[in-house]
């Protein structure tokens, strides 16, 4: 058997290898991991022994992470283990291209698609009126959507965010809880505030919520409205009955954009009602100007197990779904 021939890459002097490799050659071993190959770095030149397809596949992974370096953006163990698998799927989107599209910029932190399905999310939100983001949680979707409604109120294409969600959670009724109406009403909205702390000054909240500018209510807040000038998004959505999907959508006016996000495997309605997120993806699929986004356990960004808990939970139900077809 013929031993595989090394090929010898060089990394530009101006990238500093300690920012592509990482401390103590940190994301050198994630690629050593995922690569069937033997990796050997030397200063700037690297040394691959493997086949003809792995070496090209490493010099195309050292590109993009190069050009990753060179926007100024910090290399992660996580951005380069998404490169990794990004490259794998040989789509038509880049690594660098997906990973250092800046959204907004607030206090020193920069919000960006972290995957590709993402990528594709937040260009379909630029390109159609009404957009849904449906996927499980932790994939960004309501996050990103909001980052494009404060980036869109920032450059004046809207003049006010309209933030919205069903008061319906986890069987509770807020005719149960204990408070006034809006004590009643906050927790269910607190995701929302707690998000938009993320992406604009805290001092300056309190004024955009006063005069209109930002606008934080329940989904029952929507009838009989039109919105025009704004960019609203109902999160949650898969906890909206199908009349109140019907009605939300309906609500839709001049120079506003919407975006709609949801879980359809986490419907919290009670007594078997069918979601409206579930029924809408029937009903609006083949009109123009709607975009249906989806996103899943590989698109999770919050702690790395929490992407693999989604993953078992959906294999249990499918093989669930299996076992009654059979029985």
């Known amino acids: 058997m013929t031993e595989p021939l090394p090929h010898t890459f060089t990394i530009p002097a101006s990238v500093p290898t300690v920012s592509l490799f990482g401390p103590a050659d940190e994301y050198l071993r994630v690629i050593e991991s995922e690569v069937d190959a033997g990796i050997h770095a030397r200063g700037n030149t690297i040394t691959v022994t493997g086949t003809p397809s792995e070496a090209a596949f490493l010099e195309r992974l050292l590109d993009e ?34 990973l250092s599209l800046n959204i907004l910029s607030n ?20 390109k159609h009126t009404v957009v849904f983001g449906i996927g499980p949680a932790g994939t960004g979707k309501t996050y990103l959507a909001m980052a494009k409604a404060v980036q869109a109120l920032q450059s004046k294409d809207v003049n006010r965010i309209i933030l919205t969600r069903p008061a319906v959670e986890a069987g509770e009724r807020l005719g149960y ?16 505030y707690d998000a938009l702390h993320d992406m604009v000054d805290p001092e300056s909240i309190p004024k955009l919520l006063t005069n209109g500018t930002i606008e934080v209510a329940p989904l029952a807040y929507m009838r009989g409205r039109t919105l025009n ?41 009670p007594g078997g009602s069918r979601s409206g997120l579930r029924v809408v993806q029937d009903v609006l699929g083949d009109v123009k100007d709607v975009h249906f986004s989806y996103l899943d356990s590989q698109d999770v960004v919050r702690h790395r197990l929490v992407g693999k808990i989604v993953a078992a939970y959906d294999d249990f139900e499918a093989g669930a779904g299996e076992r009654r077809r059979s029985q």
Do not use: C, H, W
């Open 65 to 98: 992470l190069v050009a990753i370096v060179r926007t100024g953006q910090p290399l992660s163990r996580e951005s380069v283990q998404r490169s990794i698998a990004m490259l794998r799927t040989e789509t038509e989107e880049r690594p660098a291209e997906v």
């Open 177 to 192: 809880l204990p408070g006034t109406l809006s004590e009643k009403i906050d927790p269910y909205l607190r995701p929302l």
């Open 107 to 126: 206090r020193g932190r920069t919000i960006r698609p972290k995957t590709l399905n993402q990528k594709r999310y937040v260009d379909a939100i630029d």
């Open 229 to 269: 000038d704004a960019f609203i998004i109902l999160d949650e959505a898969q906890n909206t009955t199908q009349e109140q999907m019907k009605m939300f959508l309906t609500r839709l006016g001049f120079n506003s954009r919407m975006v709609v996000t949801g879980d359809v495997t986490q419907v919290d309605l």
